[in-house]
Each structure stands twice: as structure tokens, then as C-alpha cells.
Nanobody, 121 residues
Framework: QVQLVESGGGLVQTGGSLRLSCAAS????????TAWYRQAPGKQRDLVAF???????NYADSVKGRCTISRDNAKNTVYLQMNSLKPEDTAVYYC???????????????WGQGTQVTVSS
């Protein structure tokens, strides 16, 4: 069974750092695009960072200069390094990836279960 499993969330003080990980498990040919979203209570899910299959990246204005998305293709793992965290970064963070699976056409969209990030003031 193919799935994305996130880890690395937790409680951190303002100004602190966290690195979120998203590991794709199962029988996978390759990972296409990857992205991180977040959803705060009562708010919509918003894009935080995006990396295309070619490696180009985009970031939400609110995290530019503080967050970095990266990936390790050998480990089928995507990361989100978050620095200088603020209370407004508090949310559930979700990993999203387009996966190429054996015997399946196209790129299939997968989501992780989410990991909580809480930044205390």
C-alpha cells in the first residue's frame, strides 16, 4: 500500500526551528511534484511550499526566507525546514505528492495524514 507518512511536528518556541519529513512508502517508481500545505483551526488549507519534478520551488509569501522544501529521491522523502517560527505558523501541516506507480498511468495525487506544529509565544 502506497502512503505518505509525515513526522517531525511538535511544540516549539517562537524563533525556533523544526524539520518536517514526509516519507513515501510502498512500491513507487518515482516522485513527481511535492508540496507542503498547512491548515490552522477554522481556516482553509493553504499551500506553504511547492517543488516541481524538475526541482523548481515556490513558497507562500508568509514563509519566504524562513522555510525550505527539499527532497531525497533515494529515500523517497520530502522535507520542510522551518526556521524563525512564529505563533501564526501554528497549524496541521500536510504533505502532498504526485507519485508514479508501477503499472499505473500518469501521476497520482497522495496526501499524508498531517502533523501538528505548535509555536508558543
Amino acid at each position: 500500500q502506497v502512503q505518505l507518512v509525515e513526522s517531525g511536528g511538535g511544540l516549539v518556541q517562537t524563533g525556533g526551528s523544526l524539520r518536517l519529513s514526509c516519507a513515501a512508502s510502498g512500491n513507487i517508481n518515482s516522485i513527481g511534484f511535492t508540496a507542503w500545505y498547512r491548515q490552522a483551526p477554522g481556516k482553509q488549507r493553504d499551500l506553504v511550499a511547492f517543488m516541481s519534478s524538475s526541482g523548481s520551488t515556490n513558497y507562500a509569501d508568509s514563509v519566504k526566507g524562513r522555510c525550505t522544501i527539499s527532497r531525497d529521491n533515494a529515500k523517497n522523502t520530502v522535507y520542510l525546514q522551518m526556521n524563525s517560527l512564529k505563533p501564526e505558523d501554528t497549524a496541521v501541516y500536510y504533505c502532498n505528492a504526485g507519485l508514479v506507480l508501477p503499472g499505473r498511468p500518469g501521476i497520482l495525487d497522495y496526501w499524508g495524514q498531517g502533523t501538528q506544529v505548535t509555536v508558543s509565544s
